[in-house]
């Protein structure tokens, strides 16, 4: 049984950093292509950024470009989002998925999720 928790999120004001990280448990992902969403109040869950089994790639969508990085460390099987500059549409709760299939991933439709982190960034 795979487990992913989040952890980082909180309260910071606009044009600060968060890092966001998930660990996992239960198995090795390193056979999983790993991404993030989020999900405002109100509003349907979003794809956000999602990296390779190796790491060498990555693809974060153009919202966030230029202000978010995600990357992995697979000897600690865990993904991070390094979130800057950070805007108050950026507040979310954020989650982190896993999924053998990067096509499934980018969907929203996941084998894996965790739980969500809250994500407040005020004006």
């Known amino acids: 049984q795979v487990q992913l928790v989040e952890s980082g999120g909180g309260l910071v004001q606009a044009g600060g950093s968060l890092r966001l990280s998930c660990a996992a448990s239960?198995?090795?992902?390193?056979?999983?292509?790993m991404g993030w969403f989020r999900q405002a109040p109100g509003k349907e869950r979003e794809f956000v950024a999602s990296?390779?089994?190796?790491?060498?790639?990555?693809y974060l969508v153009d919202s966030v470009k230029g202000r978010f990085v995600i990357s992995r460390d697979n000897a600690k099987n865990t993904v991070y989002l390094q979130m800057n500059s950070l805007k108050p549409e950026d507040t979310a709760v954020y989650y982190c998925?896993?999924?053998?299939?990067?096509?499934?991933?980018?969907?929203?439709?996941?084998?894996?999720w965790g739980q969500g982190t809250q994500v407040t960034v005020s004006s």
């Open positions: 998925a896993a999924d053998q299939n990067t096509s499934r991933l980018r969907v929203g439709v996941a084998y894996y």
């Open positions: 239960g198995r090795s992902l390193r056979s999983d292509v």
């Open positions: 990296i390779t089994r190796s790491g060498s790639s990555t």
